[in-house]
Nanobody
């Protein structure tokens, strides 16, 4: 069973930065489309960014220009660099690995943006 473990969340002030990591085990991150999603309290889980196995990236409009998704195949890890964080970025962030028809989720990491 493929396992995904997120890390790097925490409390940060508005305007600050965080880098989230998603370590993939029991499979190779290079064969999946990897995505970061987030879920704020009382809201649905929404897509933040994706990177496919050709390294093409997509972003939600709300994070374009501030967040960057990347992949390190040697470390079997996907990253989400988050800059200029805003209070509305506060959420639990989840990593997903997708290769139709399979998909795998991590357990999530909390990001709180507050002064």
């Amino acid at each position: 069973q493929v396992q995904l473990v997120e890390s790097g969340g925490g409390l940060v002030q508005p305007g600050g930065s965080l880098r989230l990591s998603c370590a993939v085990s029991k499979s190779s991150v290079s064969i999946y489309t990897m995505g970061w999603y987030r879920q704020a309290p009382g809201a649905q889980r929404v897509l933040v960014a994706t990177i496919n196995n050709g390294d093409t990236t997509t972003y939600a409009d709300s994070v374009k220009g501030r967040f960057t998704i990347s992949r390190d195949n040697a470390k079997n890890t996907v990253y989400l660099q988050m800059n200029n964080l805003k209070p509305e970025d506060t959420a639990v962030y989840y990593c997903k690995a997708n290769r139709w028809p399979l998909e795998y989720w991590g357990q999530g990491t909390q990001v709180t943006v507050s002064s």
